[in-house]
């Protein structure tokens, strides 16, 4: 009787792979958990670093690569994902403000239809500045383009580009909204951002390349607008497809 007791138990007992399973799943929640708590205290600290210190930022970059990988940007967020949160966080202030964006063709609809392809793309968009930009800095100081030479640079160069998202993106907001003052606002705004974003650019090509301002000033809007040219492509074939 008790031999057939402790069976019946036995089986209803979840298997010992099941348990560790589930374990594995409240630990991975605990690191998730905990990382996200971070990110409301370490986003808006990093976000204020950056735009009051942006040089010291790009150095702050330097330091940390050469630290080991589980030490590297522990007082602040990551530069790429510091990016995605810039993008994250002016969407949260589009929908505050109840602005939607719907797409006029099939693939902009597909994008733009749900979070997670909205909001990629758009981390895609911005993140194209940062590439341009590294991928000329390496080709002026005649560097090969590898993973290893492209990552500092364009680590340096996202953190430069997140204040520029969040506000671009902001201003857009205002834009759509109805009324004189809104739009007012917004067009302000998307032009503080895009001054402020063309004088750190033209700061850190001046440090990294080493030129004569005019030179600078030269690159500082090829890279500019080979970025615009780029998105704009993109948002293009978006739209017409």
């Known amino acids: 009787m008790l031999a057939t007791l402790a069976a019946a138990c036995a089986a209803t ?14 630990r991975s929640l605990e690191e998730f958990l905990y990382e996200l708590c971070t990110w409301f205290l370490f986003f808006p600290r990093t976000l204020y670093r950056v ?35 810039a993008v ?36 895609i968009t911005f993140a194209i500045w940062p590439l341009v930009a590294t991928a000329h800095l390496l080709r002026r100081k005649r560097v090969p383009l590898t993973r290893e030479s492209l990552r ?18 902001t201003s857009m907001v205002f834009v759509r909204l109805p009324g004189e003052l809104s739009t007012t606002i917004g067009i302000a705004t998307a032009l503080l951002s895009a001054a402020w974003f063309v004088v750190v650019q033209a700061g850190w090509l ?34 017409a497809s």
Request: charged share 15%; proline share 5%.
């Open 88 to 123: 994250l966080a002016a969407h949260g202030v589009e929908l505050l403000m109840h602005q939607t964006v719907v797409g006029t063709s099939e693939l902009s609809r597909t994008v733009m239809g749900n979070e997670e392809s909205l909001l990629l793309y758009r981390s």
């Open 51 to 85: 735009i009051v210190h942006p040089r010291r930022m790009a150095q702050y970059v330097n330091t940390e690569l050469k630290e080991k990988a589980e030490r590297q940007f522990d007082d602040a967020i990551s530069p790429p994902m510091f990016l995605m949160l």
């Open 206 to 239: 001046k440090v990294a390349l080493q030129r004569s301002w005019l030179n600078t000033i030269l690159s500082t809007l090829w890279v500019l607008a080979l970025g615009a040219a780029i998105n704009m492509t993109i948002g293009v074939l978006l739209l």
């Open 152 to 169: 500092r640079p364009f680590f340096m160069q996202c953190y430069l580009t997140a204040p520029f998202a969040v506000a671009l993106s």
């Open 13 to 26: 007992l979840p298997a010992p792979e099941v348990v560790m399973d589930f374990l594995k799943l409240l």
